[in-house]
Structure formats: structure tokens, C-alpha cells
């Protein structure tokens, strides 16, 4: 009789690490496979039916027009892609070194918050593309405006996420460290800092999206290079592919730098629910 009982409580845990490493090599890969499969389908269909249906180029190019035109015009479009994602990247970083001390001083004392978070929020509410045409004003035509709003688009998120994490610590495990002699620095780094990094990077990801338009909407405004400039200049011309092949670019621009960013997350915090087996959380027993 023991024995029996203690098989069929075996039995829900063996059927749970079967269903966990079902799926094979499938189940790894479906997560890109799927949305390629998608994609192609999606192009053949655009391909068909301009074809088909005899659309002017003008209106929507072929996308052997568009890949065309990413080969002929390579030279340009490397020049251009290298000054946006100059860009996005300085523009992130000088968002991360100020939002996430400001951010830190915010939770840290109550009188800073005071005076300062209104003046943040105000400052949010203004449209980033108001404010471009005055950098053009005070720093020219130069890279200097496009970094300042890629700055002022991504500051904000990655601010709001830092502050909600570092609020988010467990009080209890701060009043352990203190029991065991820790100071400010070891409840930081052991307690608000590890509950922190999960919405930390949350903005992260959030902003380095957001950091390709603001490179982009700071190059409408007033700009020489970059592909917000291609764009504009395609627009003006009737170029539908070369309108195309920068936005191809830009997307492919956003997946790499949000991919960048999540690598680092899952390489930074590995233990974090989020990067678990999703069928290891949602599968349940073998019945």
C-alpha cells in the first residue's frame, strides 16, 4: 500500500519533467521561426499583388525594387545608418548615466523629490518635436540637437521604471542586512539594487525603442546625414524605394539595439522569472 501511494506521487513530477522538455527542437526555435515563416509569406503576397494589380512605383515599390536599392545605394545607406545609430546610442547611453541617479536621489530623499519630480513630469508633457527646432537654434545642424532628443525621449521611461524598483525592495530584507551590521551600501547592493534591475531593464527596453525616433524626429527637424535626412529627401524626390530601404534599416536598426538590451538583461539578472522556461511555469501535472 505504501508503495503504491508513494508511485502515484511520483507520477505528477515525472509527468511534469516530460512536459517541461517536450517540443524537442522545435519548441526552442518556433519562437523565430514562426514570425520568419510570417514575414516571408507577407512579402511574396506584397510582391503578387503590385505585380498584379500594376501599382505605380511611386506609390508602393516591388520588394525586389526596395532590395535593389539597399545593394545599389549601399555606400549611402551604410554612411547614414552608422550617423542615426550614433545617434540612438549616444542619445541612450547620456539617458541611463542621468535617469538612473537622478532616479536614486529621487527615492533616496524626500525633499529632492519635492522639487525636483514636478519640474520632470512638466517637462515630459512637453512634444519632444517642439523642443527639436529650438536645439537646432542654440547647437546648429550638428549631431549635438539629435542626441539631446533621443535624450529627452528616453529619460523619462527609464526614470519612472528605476524609481518603481527601487521602491519595490522588501523592507524585511533590508531590516536583515541592518540586523547583520550592513550599512546604506550593503542594503543597496544586496536588497534594492537585485529588486531594481528587473524594472530597470524594463525601461531600458522600453527606451532603446524609443531612442531610434528620436534619432529619427531629431534629423527631421534639421539635418545634413542620417537616414531621417534619406528620408526626407526620398519623400521629396518620389523615391518609394530608397523611402523603403531606410525603413527597412530603421526596423532592422530597433530589433538589433532592443535584442542588444535584452541579452544584456538575460545575461544581468538569469534568475528572474521572466527568463524561465514559460512551459516550466504554465505546464501543469501529467494527469
Not at 522545435?26 to 494589380?53: D, N, S, Y
Not at 518635436?129 to 535624450?151: E, Q, R
Request: charged letters at 10%; aromatic letters at 10%; a positive charge.
Amino acid at each position: 500500500m505504501t508503495s503504491s501511494v508513494t508511485d502515484r506521487q511520483r507520477q505528477p513530477a515525472s509527468g511534469l519533467v516530460r512536459r517541461r522538455g517536450g517540443g524537442g527542437a522545435w519548441g526552442k526555435h518556433r519562437t523565430w521561426v514562426m514570425p520568419l515563416v510570417v514575414g516571408i509569406a507577407a512579402i511574396f503576397l506584397w510582391q503578387v499583388l503590385v505585380t498584379v494589380l500594376k501599382v505605380p512605383t511611386y506609390i508602393l515599390p516591388l520588394p525586389t525594387e526596395v532590395l535593389n536599392t539597399l545593394w545599389t545605394d549601399r555606400a549611402e545607406l551604410w554612411n547614414a545608418t552608422l550617423v542615426t545609430a550614433f545617434e540612438v546610442l549616444a542619445g541612450f547611453i547620456l539617458a541611463v548615466l542621468v535617469s538612473v541617479p537622478v532616479a536614486m536621489l529621487i527615492v533616496s530623499f524626500k525633499w529632492f523629490e519635492t522639487i525636483v519630480y514636478p519640474f520632470l513630469v512638466l517637462l515630459q508633457t512637453v512634444p519632444k518635436i517642439a523642443l527639436a527646432p529650438l536645439f537646432v537654434v542654440w547647437f546648429g545642424f550638428g549631431i549635438v540637437p539629435k542626441v539631446l532628443v533621443t535624450f529627452l525621449i528616453c529619460f523619462f521611461p527609464i526614470l519612472l521604471d528605476t524609481m518603481t524598483g527601487l521602491r519595490s525592495s522588501n523592507p524585511d530584507m533590508a531590516s536583515m542586512v541592518r540586523s547583520m551590521g550592513g550599512g546604506q551600501w550593503s542594503i543597496f547592493t544586496k536588497v534594492r539594487l537585485p529588486a531594481a534591475l528587473p524594472h530597470l531593464f524594463s525601461g531600458l527596453k522600453v527606451a532603446i525603442t524609443l531612442a531610434v525616433v528620436g534619432a529619427v524626429v531629431g534629423e527631421f527637424v534639421g539635418a545634413t546625414e542620417g537616414l531621417g535626412y534619406l528620408l526626407l529627401r526620398a519623400n521629396a524626390n518620389l523615391d518609394t524605394p530608397l523611402l523603403f530601404a531606410a525603413i527597412v534599416i530603421l526596423t532592422v536598426l530597433g530589433l538589433i539595439v532592443y535584442y542588444a538590451v535584452s541579452l544584456i538583461e538575460r545575461l544581468s539578472i538569469p534568475w528572474h522569472v521572466s527568463h524561465r522556461s514559460e512551459t516550466a511555469v504554465t505546464t501543469g501535472p501529467a494527469l
